[in-house]
């Protein structure tokens, strides 16, 4: 039917404004069926892939792959069974997909290894969701998710692709206002992990791990006052809501653990969510963690180059009427 296409296109535009701003690539054709290779596992002739997006793995020496299925459900169509079903269904595409040879031909990379994941991207068009996403999965029966050990679906629910949204915007805007310098300036910061280390701290796309993870790092280098020498700077999206000190203070332990902090970094602490207290739990929680350090000048001085900026969020709400227009031929 033209108003579910139309709907799905919704998904689709969102999608694309949020991956590339992460450093993702599309591959290959979209909504595309390939042959299953496991029939009497999955009991399916064909699995879809309405878009394949792929990006360097950041502590591995190979290419994530991800077969992406795009959903748009208006707040009362959002349904457990629904969403359920869709993971069941990526859980069956990821299996196949890292042993097909479909799938490798349409997607896949024979010049480095490679892993394909499941990702199911929830949108909600109206904008109106605000239940408990993760209750869909509770009780979820292991077999309705058919995965080795190596493989892995995730899930973008309508809070997160609000807040990937809404940093993806802030990106751009930074960037017109030149708060950030272009794309090929600045990077996604990854740390050492506990027995793990990242090829580089500095890489080009965000993983979907930091995608998902409480806040993503920007690092980039900029000229600053009073001398006009390049200095580091970092912007810190960060998902919480800053509704009380500790929570602060948490963030500067983490910053300091990571060194993201030392003589001359600045920090920007951007946070869409921010609760309406949170600038105060902000000056509050520099000035106990401060004193925790017997009130040293230099550390305080330290706290001071992190500032506290809360971002408008972004809710897109798209009319089907309006989709179909755009798909309309020009006469």
Not at 292 to 320: C, H
Request: glycine share 6%; proline share 5%; with cysteine.
């Amino acid at each position: 039917m033209p108003e579910t296409t139309n709907t799905a296109t919704m998904a689709k535009k969102v999608s694309e404004e949020i991956f590339a701003e992460f450093g993702w690539q599309q591959k290959g054709p979209e909504d595309v069926n390939w042959p299953c290779v496991a029939r009497d596992k999955h009991d399916l002739d064909t699995h879809p892939s309405d878009v394949v997006q792929a990006y360097e793995d950041p502590y591995e020496d190979a290419k994530v792959f991800l077969n992406v299925d795009l959903k748009s459900y208006a707040v009362g169509s959002l349904k457990k069974a629904q969403v359920r079903g869709a993971v069941t269904s990526l859980c069956k595409a990821a299996d196949c997909a890292n042993v097909s040879s479909g799938w490798r031909n349409l997607y896949g990379d024979d010049t480095s290894n490679y892993r394909c994941h499941g990702l199911l991207f929830v949108y909600n068009h109206d904008g109106d969701y605000d239940g408990d996403f993760e209750k869909f999965f509770e009780f979820m029966d292991t077999k309705d998710a058919p995965l080795d050990a190596s493989n892995r679906v995730f899930v973008f629910s309508p809070a997160t692709v609000s807040y990937l949204a809404t940093v993806a915007n802030d990106l751009r805007g930074s960037r017109g206002t030149d708060r950030l310098p272009s794309k090929k300036e600045y990077s996604f910061y990854y740390p050492d992990l506990i027995g793990t280390r990242p090829k580089k701290q500095n890489q080009a796309a965000a993983s979907i791990e930091v995608l998902l993870s409480p806040w993503q790092i920007l690092r980039f280098t900029k000229a600053s006052e009073p001398d006009g020498g390049p200095r580091v700077h970092y912007f810190v999206y960060y998902r919480g809501d800053g509704s009380s000190v500790d929570e602060f203070k948490y963030l500067f332990d983490a910053f300091f653990r990571f060194d993201l902090l030392g003589d001359e970094e600045r920090i920007s602490l951007r946070m869409p969510f921010a609760h309406h207290e949170a600038a105060g739990h902000f000056d509050r929680a520099k000035d106990a963690y401060a004193a925790e350090f017997y009130g040293l000048r230099e550390f305080r001085a330290r706290l001071n180059r992190i500032t506290f900026d809360p971002i408008t969020t972004i809710i897109k709400r798209f009319s089907t009427i309006a989709i179909g227009m755009e798909r309309r031929d020009p006469k």
